[in-house]
Structure formats: C-alpha cells, structure tokens
C-alpha cells in the first residue's frame, strides 16, 4: 500500500508547475512565449533562433534561465518578472486538493524553479493560499536549478529538511532524480508514467493519490 511507503514523511515537498494544476491549464504555455521574446530582445535574435535556444538551454542546464546566465552572463531578477507576468485566470480553485494536502501531517512545502512571488500567485489562483509553511523558488537555491543537486541542497538547507524523512512531488522526471539519491520518496505527477529507477511512484491525480496516504 502507498500509505506504508510514505508513513515515514514527515516534510511534503511539492514542485509547482504542472504538479500543483493540472498541465491541460497551459499555464506554462505563456511562459514559454514570453521567455522567447525576452530572449528575441535580449540578445536579438529571430524568433525561430529564440525558440530553438529556449528548449535547448532547458535541456542542457535545467532551466532556460540558467542557460542564459551561464552562456550570456545575464542578471535573473529582470527576466524572472517579465517572463511570469502572465494570465493567471485559467486557473480554477480545488478545494479537494486543498484539503488532502492540508490533512498531510507533517511541513508542507513548494519549491519550484520559477520565482516564489510567481509561486504565491498560483497558490492563490488554486485556493491553495496559506496551505504551506514555506514557499521556495529559484532564488532560495542561488538560481542554481533543478534538477541540480546542489539546488536541492540550498533549499533543503534552509528549511532543515531531512531528506529521509521527506518526500518529492514533480512532474519533471529528471527532477526527482536528485531527490531519489539523497533518500526522498519520489511521485512523479504526469499523465503518463515512466519507467526510471529514480521514480518511485507515479500518477495523474494527485488528490487521489494523496488520499491514499491518508488512510
């Protein structure tokens, strides 16, 4: 049973972005658009060019922003505000999820590669407002990011979080393997599973799969 798996967690730690709603919200999708543009301006280049070194960047250092930073010596905080002023009006409250994360016994907490201000605006556009004791973002780990280490390290530094003693929720699968080697539970929350040592559970309803563990 799940519930035997996780009867050790004592901190819940949840990625964001399409973990904490679902991915058919596309919320992403106009953070993808705007970080294209700003990378259009940045370094003036064509649209295609953008796009092109926006996945590429993802792909090789984590995060597009990292990319940036590495590559072309970029300041992040500039780019962090303009790429997540977005629409947050796709996204509806859960009460549901709200409530089986909330019966979660234990410290709960976000962190994410996007920005904690950005973060806060999505919890609020879940209902999910003042659910968790802390809220982390790229910046708590030094804009280094997941699935880096040394960024989970930062962050769980901070917190005092002993990853023994906790879990990971993450829809990117290279996320959670970091997490998996320091001692964590790993869920991946994705509409497909995938098959990787590093993934320990998966599922495509977190609010179902959380009631599991409450058993």
């Known amino acids: 049973m799940p519930a035997d798996r996780f009867s050790h967690v ?3 730690v949840f990625d964001l972005d399409n973990t904490l709603y679902a991915p058919e919200t596309r919320l992403f999708n106009q953070i993808d658009r705007r970080m294209t ?52 009006s796709a996204l509806t409250p859960d009460p549901d999820l709200r409530a089986r994360i909330a019966a979660l016994p234990g410290r ?10 950005y973060a806060e ?12 004791q802390a809220v982390y973002g790229v910046e708590h780990a030094g804009y280094r990011p997941k699935p880096e280490r040394a ?8 917190d005092a979080i002993d990853p023994a003693a906790a879990a990971m929720f993450e829809d990117d699968p290279r996320n959670l393997a970091a997490p998996h080697a320091m001692g964590m539970r790993t869920v991946h929350v994705a509409p497909e599973p995938l098959a990787a040592p590093h993934i320990e559970h998966h599922t495509d309803d977190l609010g179902g799969f959380l009631s599991q563990l409450l058993r």
């Open 37 to 88: 543009v700003y990378i259009m301006e940045a370094l003036r280049v064509d649209r295609d060019t953008a796009s092109r070194l926006r996945h590429q960047y993802w792909m090789e250092h984590g995060t597009t922003l990292a990319g940036l930073m590495r590559e072309h010596d970029m300041a992040p905080e500039h780019y962090l505000e303009m790429v997540h002023d977005i629409d947050f």
């Open 108 to 117: 709960r907490v976000v962190y994410t590669n996007g920005s904690a201000p």
């Open 151 to 158: 960024a989970f390290e930062a962050v769980f530094a901070i």
């Open 10 to 12: 004592q901190t819940w």
């Open 121 to 132: 605006r999505v919890l609020e556009g879940r209902g999910l407002s003042g659910l968790f």
